[in-house]
């Protein structure tokens, strides 16, 4: 992948090279991208000042996860936290269909129009997710292997949201994290124990991807 900045002209084609996506999957991602566009006029999906930059600071910012992902030899199960236009969530389950890899994505957005938005986009991309129209806080917990986010909230308060997944299953969190990462992981740090490091964003000269494990209340 390469980080471009975010005022360059950057298209499907950047996309493909950068990620090496098959055709399929490129077609998938177009179609993405486009209901973006046209949902974008009734919802409030993205940031409007970032519409004209969706193949960038939206698609490439969630593929760079991809290969994050945990290795196991079952379903991989990961929970996306505030999934509004499906970045990073619904890439990834485009991605991994993409490339045969058994990821179960489970989509958390409270928000019912951008729940429309999340159904309908997957139906039309031709990938299987499943959609929670809920607050975090009201889901009953299951075991989950990977917990990705992007602006969801800062991390204390999306530690403590999340903690019953937490403790039940013990997974990796990828949350893509821009300046304030570091202020977010001290404050983090007074009640809870974590093992993180920060991997410079693809697609932001100022992002990170934020990579926690081992994450204990105290």
Not at 155 to 160: G, W
Not at 185 to 212: H, Q, Y
Request: charged share 25%; aromatic share 6%; net charge neutral.
């Amino acid at each position: 992948m390469a980080n471009n900045p975010i005022d360059t002209p950057y298209g499907e084609n950047d996309f493909s090279r950068d990620v090496n996506v098959s055709r399929e999957t490129l077609d998938a991602l177009i179609r993405y991208h486009d209901h973006v566009v046209k949902w974008q006029k009734v919802v409030n999906l993205v940031g409007p000042e970032s519409l004209g930059y969706i193949w960038h600071r939206h698609i490439l910012d969630s593929a760079q996860l991809l290969p994050l992902l945990p290795k196991k030899d079952k379903p991989v199960i990961l929970l996306d936290l505030g999934s509004g236009g499906g970045f990073p969530g619904l890439v990834l389950a485009i991605l991994a269909a993409g490339q045969g890899l058994d990821l179960a994505v489970h989509l958390v957005e409270s928000n019912g129009r951008k729940c429309s938005f999340l159904r309908e986009t997957a139906r039309v991309c031709g990938v299987n997710v499943e959609i929670h129209r809920q607050r975090l806080e009201q889901i009953s917990p299951f075991e989950v292997d990977v917990i990705t986010a992007r602006g969801f909230a800062p991390l204390p308060k999306l530690l403590d949201l999340a903690e019953p997944f937490l403790t039940l299953s013990d997974p990796l969190a990828l949350l893509l994290k821009g300046r304030t990462c570091d202020q977010e992981l001290t404050a983090a740090r007074k009640n809870w124990k974590i093992e993180a490091d920060t991997i410079p964003s693809e697609s932001d000269p100022e992002g990170v991807v934020l990579r926690i494990k081992g994450i204990k209340r105290g």
